[in-house]
């Protein structure tokens, strides 16, 4: 059974780091696409980060500069530095991976999600 687990959230003050992880558990597969989300109260769930299987990343205007994507496909893990926290950062973050697991007509993408992690961020 694939799971996607996350880990390293919590409270920080304005201005401080933390780094998120989430780990890809299970067998069968391979990890194509990796991203992270977010989803404050009463807003809809945004992207924050992307790195796809090659390297390439893409961020949020309102990320950029601050948080760094990265994985490492050995561990099947990926990661989310963030530095220079804001108090409008505080969200629960969610690990999204696309998978290629086999069906029936051969190998299909799937796309999972962890069940999420809160980042508080106070001013």
């Known amino acids: 059974q694939v799971q996607l687990v996350e880990s390293g959230g919590g409270l920080v003050q304005a201005g401080g780091s933390l780094r998120l992880s989430c780990v890809v558990s299970?067998?069968?597969?391979?990890?194509?696409?990796m991203g992270w989300y977010r989803q404050a109260p009463g807003k809809q769930r945004e992207l924050v980060a992307a790195?796809?299987?090659?390297?390439?990343?893409n961020y949020a205007d309102s990320v950029k500069g601050r948080f760094t994507i990265s994985r490492d496909n050995a561990k099947r893990t990926v990661y989310l530095q963030m530095n220079s926290l804001k108090p409008e950062d505080t969200a629960v973050y969610y690990c999204?991976?696309?998978?290629?697991?086999?069906?029936?007509?051969?190998?299909?993408?799937?796309?999972?999600w962890g069940q999420g992690t809160q980042v508080t961020v106070s001013s």
């Open positions: 299970g067998s069968g597969f391979s990890i194509n696409n």
């Open positions: 999204n991976a696309d998978l290629f697991l086999g069906c029936p007509t051969g190998t299909c993408l799937y796309d999972y």
């Open positions: 790195i796809a299987s090659g390297g390439s990343t």
